[in-house]
T-cell receptor, first 113, second 115 residues
Framework: QKEVEQNSGPLSVPEGAIASLNCTYSDRGSQSFFWYRQYSGKSPELIMF????GDKEDGRFTAQLNKASQYVSLLIRDSQPSDSATYLCARGGSNFGNEKLTFGTGTRLTIIP | GAVVSQHPSWVICKSGTSVKIECRSLDFQATTMFWYRQFPKQSLMLMATSNEGSKATYEQGVEKDKFLINHASLTLSTLTVTSAHPEDSSFYIC???????????FGPGTRLTVL
């Protein structure tokens, strides 16, 4: 079982709709979770991180964490063509993002105009 | 947010030569730097973790004699790919974290092509 699993997609969503990206992890001791966006040929850029159960909102993005079920998700509201990218889920440890991250394989998202 | 740079952004070299990639933190002191490798259509795989002034810790399966990492200062870490071969062609990305950062910040990456 992979440490961090994501549906590789591609996931196609109409412009203006909500895109939902999911991620599961195997290590119950995982403390911190990160969502990165990666455009083709570029390095990842951090969208948001979440440490506590529940929802965390930042603009059009909402991260959801359920430690009991070992999943974390990212919702993108009002999807824009510029949101088309690969989204990487990563888990960290107790030192949050200051220690090594384990990445999932990423989900390729395409927003259809 | 904090800024991390990498140099060069791309490099082409002949098989058997060595290539050095630099990773710099521009506006913070990076106590820890991470080196990742990403093959096409795959995710980032951590190669090694380096703490300033210490030897790097390599992930399982990464040859430490082939991928030399030096983190001699709080703003610079280097990755040297020794005797590069075509299978080493990849996208190499560093990230850095410091005592006052809340997460790690990624550099723009270096694309290595070995002919």
């Amino acid at each position: 079982q992979k440490e961090v699993e994501q549906n590789s997609g591609p996931l196609s969503v109409p412009e203006g709709a909500i895109a939902s990206l999911n991620c599961t992890y195997s290590d119950r001791g995982s403390q911190s979770f990160f969502w990165y966006r990666q455009y083709s040929g570029k390095s990842p850029e951090l969208i948001m991180f979440i440490y506590s159960n529940g929802d965390k909102e930042d603009g059009r993005f909402t991260a959801q964490l359920n430690k009991a079920s070992q999943y974390v998700s990212l919702l993108i509201r009002d999807s824009q063509p510029s949101d088309s990218a690969t989204y990487l889920c990563a888990r960290g440890g107790s030192n949050f993002g200051n220690e090594k991250l384990t990445f999932g394989t990423g989900t390729r998202l395409t927003i259809i105009p | 947010g904090a800024v991390v740079s990498q140099h060069p952004s791309w490099v082409i070299c002949k098989s058997g030569t060595s290539v050095k990639i630099e990773c710099r933190s521009l506006d913070f002191q990076a106590t820890t730097m991470f080196w990742y490798r990403q093959f096409p259509k795959q995710s980032l795989m951590l190669m090694a973790t380096s703490n300033e002034g210490s030897k790097a810790t390599y992930e399982q399966g990464v040859e430490k004699d082939k991928f030399l990492i030096n983190h001699a200062s709080l703003t610079l870490s280097t990755l040297t790919v020794t005797s590069a071969h075509p299978e080493d062609s990849s996208f190499y990305i560093c990230s850095a974290t410091g005592t006052n950062t809340d997460t790690q910040y990624f550099g723009p990456g270096t694309r290595l092509t070995v002919l």
